[in-house]
């Protein structure tokens, strides 16, 4: 009894082990790259430390005091990341869900639109950053130009030199080549929409307006959810379209977090306090992704 | 007598048959107004791309004067300059390296892993799962700190697999994900089938799992090749040398030397942009379709 028992145990455990070699490589690059990083970032953000000597000294929760108590370029990025956020649910996202709905309600050329409104996600972004800073140079943009042709000369100016509008011509650039993936995923979501419900409403008497507001909304609500979370974490850890169009400037009005982290590590080698500044831009991405689901969970 | 709702709806299908494609809420003609607006839309999409081909095919003079989408005399020597004096050549050549060698071990790691997930018995294979995916969840925006510096202990910054497997290891989650749920899909006979003729689960893997699974590796395979080549933080921080560099972070040097040359500029963004034009191009069908399936990561 027992030297059979034992047999069967060899062999399981023997079976087990062969199994548990498809899963290792995943394992292994997993945890070095991955999972090492995220808790590395937090164990660092304890630590001064330029990168090069030899010690790391132990500073507690000094860096995020410095950070609490006034980092201007960190709190500015953040803000800019925000902003950036914002005008892209508001602007761009809803942009999207109105030509999905359009799209699914009976274009000739659904095919077509598909294709070509997910072309600009497809360049990389600091290809899109560059395009665009072209397009609003001041002297040779073709921005510039059309503004004069159809008469709206005096809106013509600098655009990335402004504090101001430095940011929405980011904004801009980014909304174009971001606004087709959210367009698939409403139409992908439109197109989950049962029938029966539309037509019945359709006999009912409801217009096209009362149908979108009052069904179609709230049956889309957990696919809103999940883009806008998307929108809103792909819009703050804005990074390389922002290196091409302006970097940063000027002064700080475009500057962004992931910038601000960058260069505190890598130019001013402070691995610290650079990884102070991830971890808590991470618990903020964190925290408003989980106010999201939670807002929705509530609204069912 | 039939009720009047009865009858409105028997019209209401009526007319659905007729529009013939499965419009969920047509009323059976179009708009001419909507479709000349969503044509607009494409416009807009497009113009910027075209704006960009257009100016890297005139002259510094031309592209600084000249608001016509056509050039006077089509400037191909900026290309020429941009491929062979500004090492776009090199650029390209690496971003290809770079991108084989991360679908590949994409590829490898996470076709062994999702189907080791999914039909393997392996004791802890559900937790270590949940903590794979649970990183997806946590967007820590700094890692590449702790990565230079890991890197950085083994010599391994600047060089070209110390660039790659992070990259790697940043494209399983997804591709596990999906290829998992492919995986828990297949029916069993087809493994019982194959043990009762004896093969290994090796065996099995490779010869039924890999090819059957085609359609689902494929696409994966797509989306970490567009994300490889347009990667660029990662690279800034890991090559200072230009031989080794890929061409999202030529393209900004480029820009460096060339900075009031938009002409130049926009050769070199043409060159970065061609590649992924082509891949949307031939495989947009299965792209499109992998989105609006499950949201992949652009």
């Keep these: 009894m027992v030297k059979y028992w034992g047999e069967k145990s060899l062999r399981r455990t023997k079976d087990y082990l062969g199994n548990f070699l498809f899963i290792l490589p995943v394992i292994i690059f997993f ?38 108590s006034g980092d201007p370029q960190w709190w500015i990025s953040l803000g800019n990341a925000f902003k950036l956020a914002f005008i892209a649910v508001v602007v761009m ?57 159809i008469g709206l000369g005096t809106l013509t100016r600098a655009w990335l030199s402004d504090p101001v509008f430095s940011l929405l011509a980011v904004s801009v650039s980014s909304m174009w080549s971001g606004f087709g993936y959210s367009f698939l995923l409403f139409l992908a979501g439109l197109k989950g929409i049962s029938r029966e419900i539309i037509e019945s409403a359709m006999v009912d008497g409801a217009n096209g307006r009362q149908i979108l507001l009052r069904i179609v909304v709230p049956i889309l609500r957990p696919v809103i959810t999940v883009v806008t979370i998307l929108t809103v974490l792909g819009a703050m850890q804005m990074f390389p379209l922002v290196v091409a169009m302006t970097n940063g400037g000027p002064g700080f009005s475009t500057q962004v977090p992931v910038m601000t982290i960058y260069n505190e590590c890598f130019r001013s080698h402070n691995y610290g306090y650079a990884s102070a500044l991830s971890t808590l831009f991470g618990l903020v ?14 609204n069912n | ?130 903590i794979l995916i649970g990183s997806l969840m946590i967007p820590i925006p700094g890692s590449f700190i702790p990565l230079y510096l890991l890197m950085n202990k083994y010599q391994l910054t600047g060089t070209r697999i110390g660039y790659i497997l992070p990259l790697i290891s940043g494209g ?30 090796f065996r099995i893997f490779s010869r039924i ?62 060159i970065a942009a061609v590649p992924m034009i082509i891949i949307y191009i031939i495989f947009q069908k299965r792209i499109i379709s992998g989105i609006m399936a499950g949201g992949i990561k652009g």
């Design chain 2, 172 to 201: 399983l989650a997804t591709s596990i994900f999906i290829l998992k749920s492919f995986f828990e899909g297949v029916p069993k006979e087809f493994e019982e089938a194959a043990i009762i003729d004896g093969c290994s689960k």
């Design chain 2, 1 to 130: 007598m039939i009720s009047i709702k009865e009858q409105s709806k028997v019209k209401l299908e009526m007319q659905m048959k007729d529009s013939g494609s499965r419009k969920p809420y047509t009323t059976g003609n179009f708009n001419i107004i909507k479709e000349l607006f969503l044509l607009g839309v494409s416009l807009i999409c497009l113009f910027p791309i075209l704006w960009m081909i257009s100016t890297s095919l005139k002259g510094t003079q031309e592209a600084f004067t000249s608001y016509s989408l056509f050039p006077k005399e089509w400037r191909f020597d900026n290309y020429i300059t941009a491929w062979k004096q500004a090492d776009f050549g090199v650029y390209f050549f690496n971003s290809g390296f770079y991108t084989a060698l991360t679908m590949l071990g994409v590829w490898l790691i996470s076709t062994l892993g999702a189907y080791g997930f999914a039909r393997l018995r392996i004791p802890g294979k559900k937790i270590i799962f949940y």
């Design chain 1, 93 to 149: 996202q809803s942009f999207s869900l109105l030509l999905a709905f359009l799209v699914e309600r009976g274009a000739k050329a659904e095919g077509l639109y598909k294709v070509v409104y997910y072309i600009p996600t497809i360049l990389s972004p600091l290809v899109v950053g560059y395009i665009w800073k072209w397009i609003f140079d001041p002297y040779g943009g073709i921005l510039n130009y059309l503004l004069e042709v």
């Design chain 2, 209 to 270: 799992m890999i090819p059957l699974s085609k359609p689902s590796w494929m696409t994966v395979l797509i989306f970490t090749a567009m994300s490889t080549w347009n990667e660029y933080l990662w690279a800034l921080i890991m090559f200072s040398r230009k031989e080794l560099m890929p061409i999202q972070v030529g393209l900004q040097v480029f820009q460096g030397q060339y900075f009031t040359k938009y002409e130049m500029l926009m050769a070199g963004t043409t």
């Design chain 1, 31 to 68: 945890s070095l790259f991955s999972l090492y990083p995220i808790l590395r970032t937090i164990h660092l953000s304890l630590f001064k430390w330029d990168g090069m000597s030899p010690n790391m000294e132990w500073v507690g929760l000094r860096n995020f005091r410095i950070i609490f």
């Design chain 1, 285 to 298: 991405l964190l925290i408003l992704s989980m106010l999201q689901i939670e807002a929705a969970r509530r």
